[in-house]
């Protein structure tokens, strides 16, 4: 059978093979599979290199794009059409490009190199900048925010200030809004293209007088639940109705560990925080405390402090799940491994999912820092907090004697809105939400 079947492979040949040469042949056969596999394998290697580099390749333009798309989107294109400045009797100069910008659909002009042209003075840091004019007169910027206090008078421009290479870039509205004896023209074809500001000899700040003596006085815009007067610094007429709501209850909400908040509740309000602190993305919370918030932040900067900033707004109920897990990891060791018991001291500290107030999107947790901690009441913009946040609806949610009724220990960074009417009866009396609602109830 064998000799048969090796009759019939040798068979084509012209000779029968000897043992030696069927050797030789089985051992180039066997060579010659051995390239084929290794010409596959090198090809199979090459086939992924390019796959490979084909996907780094497209990560990279993605990268590559977003960032340009990212840059554009925060950066706007400045028209190429120039900007002129037109002052002291026809006195044209045209903006080099490095003295004005044009972000958020508006331009923007240095504010330095206009003081250098009209002869205004500015002076200050890279918090806050004072211009003072001709007439004495002066607008102070806070730098990074669209607050501006013209005289004695806070105003908030559509954008807000900047400061670049030494230079305060503030947004062109503001002399279109707040100053007389100025025009600003735009070349309109289809859209902006340029830009000419002319000043008249008579350059002024627009100042509301009726609003400016109220504010030498002490503003007396507002009144507390008792009717007694509210003097702020700033002019927060326009936050009024966020303050003190008209319906003094509505925010009136009861929320801890027996008053959870369902799983899937999302406030249906929500609008990002101004004052969030720089080094994060936007904090959100409902509309009417973030806009009361907004005031008190105006107020703090009136009263001359600058350096506070929002690290939490509004958390989701799964958020809120993750912080209890993280904060229950770090009680382990504590506890021997105990989970149960670790969990226990974390909620001492950390909210359960449902029974935060941040799911509510009614509280900030602010501070100094970025990291919250207890030396923060030690601040003089604490003290001020505790004296005043009830004007703005605000109340001191943990304070410091009353863990026994909130279950929470003392947090001097977390701060409820609940609207004026309440809060000032709550602040005054010293008490907490629980206790509050307990002696109504
Ligand atoms: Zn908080």
Same mark, same amino acid.
């Given at each position: 059978m064998n000799r048969n079947q090796n009759n019939r492979k040798t068979s084509s040949r012209r000779h029968p093979m000897t043992r030696e040469e069927a050797i030789l042949a089985e051992k180039k056969r066997a060579e010659v599979r051995k390239r084929q596999q290794q010409t596959r394998k090198l090809v199979q290697k090459g086939i992924a290199v390019a796959i490979f580099s084909l996907i780094g390749a497209v990560i990279c333009l993605i990268i590559v794009f977003s960032y340009i798309f990212v840059d554009f989107r925060a950066y706007d294109k400045a028209p190429d059409e120039p900007v002129k400045i037109t002052y002291e009797k026809d006195s044209t100069v045209v903006l080099d490009k490095d003295y004005y910008s044009y972000k958020n659909g508006e331009y923007y002009i240095s504010l330095t190199k206009l003081s250098q042209l009209c002869s205004f003075t500015l002076h200050g840091n890279s918090k806050n900048m004072t211009l003072t004019i001709s007439d004495g007169k002066s607008a102070s910027f806070d730098i990074g925010t669209p607050n501006v206090k013209v005289g004695n008078i806070y105003s908030v421009l559509k954008n807000p200030s900047y400061f670049s290479g030494g230079h305060l870039f503030v947004p062109a509205s503001f002399f279109e809004d707040l100053c007389n004896g100025i025009k600003c023209e735009f070349d309109k074809m289809?859209?902006? %293209?340029g830009f000419n500001m002319i000043f008249d000899k008579d350059f002024s700040f627009r100042v509301n007088a009726e609003k400016e003596s109220e504010a030498i006085l002490g503003s007396t815009l507002s009144t507390s639940s008792e009717g007694e007067e509210i003097k702020f610094k700033a002019d927060l007429s326009d936050y009024e109705m966020y303050m003190n709501?008209?319906?003094?209850?509505?925010? +009136?909400i009861l929320i801890n560990n027996s008053n959870k908040l369902s799983k899937d509740y999302i406030p249906d309000d929500l609008i990002e925080i101004s004052d969030t602190r720089n080094d994060r993305d936007k904090e959100k919370m409902r509309l009417y405390p973030a806009k009361a918030l907004e005031a008190m932040f105006i107020e703090m900067r009136a009263n001359g402090f600058y350096d506070m900033g929002v690290t939490s707004g509004y958390r989701s109920y799964e958020y809120q799940q993750t912080l209890v897990e993280n904060e229950t990891a770090q009680f382990l060791s504590q506890f021997d491994g105990d989970r149960e018991k670790a969990r226990e001291k974390a909620l001492s500290r950390v909210s359960a999912p449902g029974s935060s107030e941040h799911q509510s999107g009614l509280c900030v947790d602010m501070s100094t820092s970025a990291v919250l901690s207890?030396? =923060?009441?030690?601040t003089a913009v604490y003290k001020w907090l505790y004296s005043n946040c009830a004007n703005f609806g =605000?109340? +001191? %949610? =943990?304070?410091?004697?009353?863990s026994a009724e909130t279950g929470i220990v003392f947090e001097p960074w977390h701060f409820r809105y609940v609207g004026r009417y309440h809060a000032q009866k709550i602040m005054d009396e010293g008490l907490c939400l629980e206790e509050y609602l307990q002696n109504i109830g």
């Open positions: 289809g859209k902006v %293209r709501p008209e319906n003094k209850d509505e925010y +009136l207890e030396a =923060f009441s030690q =605000f109340i +001191l %949610r =943990f304070p410091k004697d009353k």
